[in-house]
């Protein structure tokens, strides 16, 4: 990777995490559901968690607010593996020959807000989390939000029961 391309893919990286963290604060989930976001079809995948809550607050007659964002405190270009790939690509995943391992940092914490209710608290992660995340795609410029990382899914980098190759690959 040349040292523009690494420029270019961190940048895209980086926007990509934070248009999902705007995209709980604005109602924002068809920027979700968007290729501009994610590969096709992996929509439901990749923003699972945040699609269900959105989708709660607008039947609600709410919306959601990040009352404290999780941080991305690291992130890093890694080569994938022909056999990550085979992995990926078998569990319908888009993985190029690289990815990116990024780290978040807690707390995070969102709220649903309904007029006349009490808010509730539906995500609410510690102070002490630090997880690492393998994300697969490719960069991709939109004409106007600029370079952006289209999901092509990822793997949680602490879990066991993960395939040997993913977790190594996370290193």
Known sequence: MTPQQLRTETEAVERWFALDNWALDHRGASLLRSSVMVSPGLENLEFSLDLQLLDKADSAGGTLKVAAAIQLIRLDAVPLSNSV???????????????????????????????????????????????????????????????????????????????????????
């Open 85 to 171: 790939r085979q992995i990926s690509a078998g569990q319908g995943l888009v993985a190029g020959d690289h990815g990116w391992v990024y780290t978040i940092h807690g707390p995070g914490r969102v709220l649903l807000q309904v007029p006349g209710k009490a808010d509730e608290v539906v995500i609410d992660l510690p102070s002490t989390l630090v997880q690492p995340i393998l994300l697969l795609g490719s960069a991709h410029r939109d004409p106007i939000l600029g370079w952006v990382w289209v999901a092509g899914g990822d793997f949680n980098c602490t879990n066991a029961q993960q395939p040997k190759v993913i977790r190594d690959a996370c290193l």
